[in-house]
């Protein structure tokens, strides 16, 4: 029903008032290479905008590589922890926040609520099962067939590819427009030197 440190990207936190959002975490065990853990991500995020159409009619987008957006407002968010060893991940844990009845008065500049959104509140244990079933549902998809099903699935939803972006990295910031993700889900920019660079992680900011 809550969180007392709830966190996103980079450490930074999440406000998880009570009674108001959908706060939890899973672990999974795939047997993927690390590299492939992205995928992970992705697949979380697809399920999330599929169960909140369901659910509720609206369409979101995915702002990659972890953002759930409606009309370009942040409604939540996908936080994955990988413990693995050199060739294979031990497990996955997915982080997954997403604000539900919140009021907009309570809301940082440039979220939203499912329920600002809908102008009335939103059954929050009949959407959570949805995007159980949903979550359920790809990943015995994405354990039977790779992960190439699951980045068609995204692409549908996305909303980064095509524009012009800026990625701050650990160590560095690329700009360029961002062209598609490969198939271990990084994303692939083409930088103003016409260059194609692969990021696998970093804040994404959408410049036009």
């Not at 159409?53 to 996908?78: A, M, V, Y």
């Amino acid at each position: 029903e809550t969180q007392t440190k709830g966190r996103g990207r980079l450490g930074r936190n999440w406000f998880s008032p009570k009674y108001k959002g959908i706060y939890l975490s899973l672990i999974l065990r795939p047997k993927i290479l690390p590299s492939h853990t992205p995928l992970l991500t992705l697949m979380h995020a697809v399920s999330i905008c599929e169960a909140i159409r369901e659910n509720t009619g609206l369409s979101c987008q995915i702002k990659w590589p972890n953002d759930i957006l409606i009309h370009h407002k942040k409604l939540g968010g996908i936080l994955t922890e990988l413990n693995a060893e050199t060739d294979l991940s031990r497990f996955v844990v997915i982080g997954i926040g997403l604000n539900v009845n919140n009021d907009k008065k309570t809301l940082a500049a440039g979220a939203t609520s499912l329920k600002e959104q809908c102008k009335g509140e939103i059954n929050r244990a009949g959407l959570l099962q949805e995007i159980l079933r949903r979550i359920e549902a790809n990943y015995f998809i994405f354990q039977k067939k790779g992960g190439e099903p699951i980045v068609e699935k995204w692409r549908d939803w996305n909303t980064s590819l095509g524009r012009r972006v800026r990625v701050a990295c650990q160590k560095e910031h690329i700009e360029g427009q961002a062209l598609d993700i490969d198939a271990d889900g990084g994303l692939l920019i083409r930088d103003d030197f016409g260059l194609i660079q692969k990021v696998m992680a970093g804040d994404v900011v959408h410049c036009r």
